[in-house]
């Protein structure tokens, strides 16, 4: 059934596509956008300087269709930059993202807006399918979202930070704009993994967030992504990002709830994932883990007293640990 875009019950929704290098799949996310039982949609895409034909055919569909509208960065500027340039451009009630190499059910929209309003939550979240493009399967990933399986989630900012940890993929997720707006949430520039912060802040802001078991959204893998990277300089992004949330959830007055600790705890996490990282990257690598150390010194009195006492460790210790060998130190006092 075909939702009445007419109807004033049914609120404008914008659907927010970056787009870089994907002219192989970019007419079947396209399409399946247009597909929506629910009529009433934006579709704003960013052309992140694709250097293939991703461009012509966002010309070409934004010629034929009404709905799509398209904007250009100048230069590659990343995902995060493109997804903040999209929100900029948003003009719905709610928004959703859409990677535009993968491709989402006809229900999609309808069925994650109606959970919206039925729930009058602020965030909507459903499951997905993984089509493996090397070995040709479609299979569902199945999530244990603990938090989440209950209709109305607890408020507890730890048990949020453990539902947005589990996962963290911005592009499952219907939210009210006015949530983004009112807390100028965004996503962190030239960083990878760049979902996890502003998904652990949209969730302790929300009032209510709800999730469908239904497989809505298909999520390509096996695919040589211009957004893929080596996996230091994933560890990497990861601490940057970590920094990046304890620092806002600092600023932003968190500090006397749980998910604080929660966060600086991760961080200390994310200094020993780096205990492996190659030669060609210790220095700067080094450089970042000693800025981590000194930031968890400085807030470990948010900690409990064990934590407290292995990062105050770790700070007198650092000063006396080689180039490299901080995220070995930290990973002993684990």
Not at 43 to 71: F, H, M, R, W
């Amino acid at each position: 059934m075909v939702v009445n875009s007419m109807s004033s019950q049914n609120p404008l929704i914008s659907v927010l596509v970056p787009v870089y290098n994907v002219q192989h799949f970019l007419p079947q996310c396209l399409d399946s956008i247009l597909g929506q039982t629910y009529d009433n949609i934006e579709i704003v895409c960013v052309n992140d300087c694709a250097t293939d034909k991703s461009g012509e055919i966002l010309a070409s569909y934004a010629q034929k269709y009404p709905k799509i509208q398209v904007y250009c960065h100048n230069k590659n500027l990343g995902l995060a930059c493109a997804r903040n340039t999209l929100l900029q451009h948003a003009k719905g009630e709610y928004i959703c993202f859409i990677d535009s190499d993968d491709w989402v059910m006809p229900e999609y929209v309808e069925h994650l807006y109606q959970m919206a309003r039925k729930n009058k939550a602020d965030v909507v979240r459903c499951r997905y399918l993984i089509q493996d493009m090397t070995y040709g399967t479609l299979t569902p990933c199945e999530k244990k979202y603990k938090e989440f399986l209950k209709p109305a989630p607890s408020h507890d900012s730890a048990r949020r930070f453990y539902a947005a940890l589990d996962d963290t993929q911005a592009w499952l997720t219907l939210i009210r704009t006015e949530i983004i707006r009112k807390y100028r949430l965004s996503f962190l520039p030239h960083a990878i993994a760049e979902d996890f912060p502003f998904e652990v802040l949209l969730y302790q802001y929300a009032k209510k967030v709800v999730f469908t078991e239904k497989h809505l959204y298909v999520y390509r893998v096996g695919l040589k992504s211009a957004l893929s990277a080596d996996k230091s300089r994933m560890a990497r992004d990861i601490l940057v990002n970590m920094l990046n949330l304890c620092q806002t959830l600092k600023d932003r007055g968190f500090t006397q709830k749980a998910v604080f600790p929660l966060a600086l705890s991760y961080t200390a996490r994310a200094v020993r994932r780096l205990r492996k990282a190659p030669k060609e990257t210790r220095e700067q690598t080094d450089t970042l883990c000693r800025k981590a150390v000194l930031f968890l010194y400085e807030n470990r009195a948010a900690t409990s007293p064990m934590q407290r006492a292995k990062f105050t460790l770790l700070k007198w210790l650092t000063p006396y640990a080689g180039t490299g060998r901080v995220p070995r130190l930290a990973w002993w006092l684990h």
